[in-house]
């Protein structure tokens, strides 16, 4: 694998990255789903380039807590506030969309509210639940933010009993400043490995975007980071700018050497790997958790 980075300030896509729109009404009837009941999807509002492919296949991942955020990660199109109050309804809607889509694994995460008092843990307490209520049998993976390192509200979130806890680090330590200002490296693993201590059973995830400006060395080291923060199961995804006001794309990292980096994690010890110029962290989320249910359950 190389390392080498093109510093020119805007790469032209290469032809791995370019894709066909699939055709047919399935996206459409999942969109006016999802926005007659008044919610939000991450593929949305973070404009994954896996949209229609998912929509296609009934499968999105709910952002609930509104669709701004109280952070300003300069990867990320979410915007920034104003913020609103948190809906009390919202779980309810949010399980009966995804009972209506006929969804068995459901992914949600949230903008992050660091203005609540628990960062909103409450919510995907809620969440969990009334996915539980109205969808028997349901799998729930919570993408959950850092709470600003509040336990507790950690607490809240696992308490609920999600099937898949899921924290993203995002990219390397070094990065951190200029990716994720607000956020700390050490404070996000410590997400994982706390919830690792809270149940050794409950599979925790975790994903790094490529082609930020990191270095092999310090993918390797990110990695082993997770490992031992207890995590699991790891996504590896290309980086692209959403806006001409995010971050550059440093380098668009070749399909082969995803292919290497999957070989690389699962040498080092992940139950499970997902890597890929695709690859997002809720991307085939269900297929995932299939291949290491057995580890766990
Ligand atoms: S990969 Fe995840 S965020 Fe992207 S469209 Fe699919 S479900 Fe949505």
Request: charged residues 25%; contains cysteine.
């Amino acid at each position: 694998m190389t390392t080498k980075v093109n510093s020119s300030a805007k790469l032209q896509k290469p032809p791995w990255l370019k894709r066909r729109l699939p055709t047919g009404t399935d996206f459409e009837t999942v969109k006016s789903m999802i926005s007659k009941n008044r919610l939000h999807t991450v593929c949305q509002e973070a404009q994954c380039p896996n949209i229609w492919e998912c929509f296609s296949h009934h499968t999105a991942t709910f952002l609930i807590m509104g669709s701004r955020c109280t952070r300003n990660c300069r990867f990320c199109s979410i915007p920034l506030g104003p913020l609103e109050p948190p809906d009390a309804k919202e779980p309810e809607r949010v399980a009966e969309t995804a009972r209506t889509m006929g969804l068995k694994y459901v992914v949600v995460t949230s903008v992050t509210r660091d203005d609540l008092p628990d960062g909103g843990a409450i919510y995907f307490a809620r969440t969990i639940e009334a996915l539980r209520l109205q969808i028997p049998g349901v799998r729930v993976e919570v993408l959950i933010p850092d709470f600003g390192g509040d336990a507790r509200a950690l607490d809240t979130v696992l308490q609920a009993r999600p099937d898949v806890l899921n924290h993203n680090i995002e990219t390397v330590a070094r990065l951190y400043p200029e990716v994720r200002p607000q956020a700390d490296y050490h404070r996000s693993l410590e997400v994982l490995r706390r919830t690792r201590a809270w149940d050794g059973n409950l599979p925790t995830k975790s994903g790094i975007m490529l082609g930020l400006g990191e270095e092999n060395a310090e993918i390797k080291a990110a990695l082993q980071d997770l490992l031992a923060a207890g995590c699991r199961i790891l996504t590896l995804g290309q980086y692209l700018q959403p806006t001409r006001k995010h971050l550059p794309v440093k380098r668009f990292v070749p399909p082969e050497e995803f292919d290497q980096w999957h070989r690389t994690a699962l040498q080092m010890g992940f139950a499970e790997a997902a890597s890929g110029p695709f690859v997002r962290s809720s991307y085939h989320a269900g297929e995932l958790f299939q291949k290491v249910k057995k580890q766990y359950c």
